[in-house]
């Protein structure tokens, strides 16, 4: 692999990297701090999960859903109600909240599906509707969640926000069972790369060199190490961190591994021949909202825990961040391209920008600008490149 094939690769990474040691350096440091670097997960989980459902919807042919921010007030408002007037219990409230995601996008995606109506406008009028309902459930109030020891409020919260901590392993200073998890992913990682090699070279198909291939997976595996280290000088891994990874992990097999997601990549780059080749288009594009709404309704809880409140304002311009992760990430605009891997660099992106501009104290409009401008940079790059490949209109 050239330089020039390297760059175009790599593009994004490499920008990542340029851009967290500049925010690194621009905070004198202070974005390694490990309650820093923690946050960093913890305050964009939310974007990671809704990227990989955006990604679905992107897959088809470039459609967005613009609904999802509405989503997160709306499902948020009822976790909310749920909690503090009905005091159920915090696992039917996830489920059930679940279920009237999923009802969301099914509807969604009849209408997307089925009827042909333009995603744009049937999720724009999902905006409107889901946040006018959001703040009829909420009353035009902020809802706050109990913390108090022994409340339902505070079991929601412990599922979502707590550190796991593993006796006879973590200290008081130190919570060794982060680290320890590092090793083992670090571990793994080489495994799986081994075998993979191995089944290749049996079946005699051609690879990349065992240089490249596994000086990748030692410079992955060093960052691993050095985020879980710092991960440890703080609380430990935190429980938001294991759904976020649950859902990048099921979003990455069906994209890659399975005929299905396979079918979203056919769906956007050509829908006609897809359709001859007997795929059922509609209910691509229904399990794609459908999908998205589900991942929605998740992030509603994930952000209501977070925060600890919900409001008529919550979930504003959410789709705005998932929708900029997945093309920075190299998902195009077209549709038929484009990763869970990537998305989720676009994600962290994004956080490192947002993280690193909070901490030097700049102004959040500040904020929307330097976004604003890395999507721009990102859409232009990917419309070039398509362009020059032929695949542009």
Same mark, same amino acid.
């Given at each position: 692999m050239n330089v020039k094939t390297f760059i175009k690769k790599y593009t994004m990474v490499i920008a990542l990297v340029v851009v967290f040691i500049f925010f690194a350096w621009w905070t004198e440091q202070r974005l390694l701090y490990p309650q820093n670097l923690s946050n960093l997960l913890i305050q964009n989980a939310y974007v990671l999960v809704l990227a990989c459902g955006m990604l679905m919807c992107i897959l088809t042919g470039g459609n967005i859903d613009l609904s999802v921010g509405s989503t997160v007030c709306f499902i948020g408002a009822i976790a909310a109600q749920m909690l503090t007037k009905h005091n159920l219990n915090p696992i039917v409230v996830i489920l059930l909240c679940l279920v009237f995601s999923c009802l969301i996008g099914m509807w969604q995606g009849f209408w997307i599906g089925y009827v042909h109506i333009p995603p744009f406008i049937c999720t724009l009028a999902g905006m409107f509707l889901f946040r006018g309902f959001g703040r009829a459930i909420l009353e035009s109030k902020t809802i706050a969640i109990p913390q108090s020891d022994g409340t339902v409020g505070k079991k929601f919260?412990?599922?979502? &926000?707590?550190?796991?901590?593993?006796?006879?392993?973590?200290?008081?200073?130190?919570?060794?069972?982060?680290?320890?998890l590092g090793i083992i992913i670090a571990v793994a990682l080489i495994a799986v790369t081994v075998?993979?090699?191995?089944?290749?070279?049996?079946?005699?198909?051609?690879?990349?060199?065992?240089?490249s291939q596994f000086g990748k997976i030692l410079v992955i595996d060093a960052l691993v190490l050095a985020y879980t280290w710092k991960l440890s000088l703080y609380k430990g891994i935190p429980v938001m961190a294991i759904w976020v990874l649950a859902v990048v992990g099921i979003y990455a097999f069906i994209t890659s591994k399975t005929a299905f997601g396979r079918h979203f990549y056919a769906v956007g780059g050509n829908e006609k021949a897809t359709k001859l080749?007997?795929?059922? &288009?509609?209910?691509?594009?229904?399990?794609?909202?459908?999908?998205m709404s589900v991942l929605a309704g998740l992030s509603g809880l994930l952000v209501a825990a977070r925060v600890g409140s919900v409001n008529g304002? &919550?979930?504003?311009?959410?789709?705005?961040?998932?929708i900029g992760s997945c093309f920075i990430g190299g998902a195009s605009a077209y549709g038929g391209s484009g990763t869970v891997g990537g998305v989720m660099?676009?994600?962290i992106l994004l956080?490192?920008?947002?993280?690193?501009?909070?901490i030097k104290g700049l102004d959040n409009n500040?904020?929307?600008v330097v976004k604003?401008?890395?999507?721009?940079?990102a859409v232009i790059f990917d419309v070039v490149s398509n362009k020059k490949t032929g695949k542009a209109g």
């Amino acid at each position: 692999m050239n330089v020039k094939t390297f760059i175009k690769k790599y593009t994004m990474v490499i920008a990542l990297v340029v851009v967290f040691i500049f925010f690194a350096w621009w905070t004198e440091q202070r974005l390694l701090y490990p309650q820093n670097l923690s946050n960093l997960l913890i305050q964009n989980a939310y974007v990671l999960v809704l990227a990989c459902g955006m990604l679905m919807c992107i897959l088809t042919g470039g459609n967005i859903d613009l609904s999802v921010g509405s989503t997160v007030c709306f499902i948020g408002a009822i976790a909310a109600q749920m909690l503090t007037k009905h005091n159920l219990n915090p696992i039917v409230v996830i489920l059930l909240c679940l279920v009237f995601s999923c009802l969301i996008g099914m509807w969604q995606g009849f209408w997307i599906g089925y009827v042909h109506i333009p995603p744009f406008i049937c999720t724009l009028a999902g905006m409107f509707l889901f946040r006018g309902f959001g703040r009829a459930i909420l009353e035009s109030k902020t809802i706050a969640i109990p913390q108090s020891d022994g409340t339902v409020g505070k079991k929601f919260l412990d599922i979502f &926000t707590s550190y796991i901590e593993v006796p006879g392993v973590d200290t008081a200073d130190k919570k060794w069972s982060a680290f320890i998890l590092g090793i083992i992913i670090a571990v793994a990682l080489i495994a799986v790369t081994v075998l993979k090699r191995v089944k290749k070279a049996k079946k005699g198909y051609k690879q990349e060199s065992a240089i490249s291939q596994f000086g990748k997976i030692l410079v992955i595996d060093a960052l691993v190490l050095a985020y879980t280290w710092k991960l440890s000088l703080y609380k430990g891994i935190p429980v938001m961190a294991i759904w976020v990874l649950a859902v990048v992990g099921i979003y990455a097999f069906i994209t890659s591994k399975t005929a299905f997601g396979r079918h979203f990549y056919a769906v956007g780059g050509n829908e006609k021949a897809t359709k001859l080749s007997g795929i059922n &288009t509609k209910m691509v594009y229904f399990m794609a909202y459908t999908s998205m709404s589900v991942l929605a309704g998740l992030s509603g809880l994930l952000v209501a825990a977070r925060v600890g409140s919900v409001n008529g304002d &919550t979930g504003n311009s959410f789709e705005m961040d998932a929708i900029g992760s997945c093309f920075i990430g190299g998902a195009s605009a077209y549709g038929g391209s484009g990763t869970v891997g990537g998305v989720m660099v676009g994600a962290i992106l994004l956080g490192v920008i947002n993280q690193g501009m909070s901490i030097k104290g700049l102004d959040n409009n500040w904020q929307y600008v330097v976004k604003g401008g890395v999507l721009l940079v990102a859409v232009i790059f990917d419309v070039v490149s398509n362009k020059k490949t032929g695949k542009a209109g």
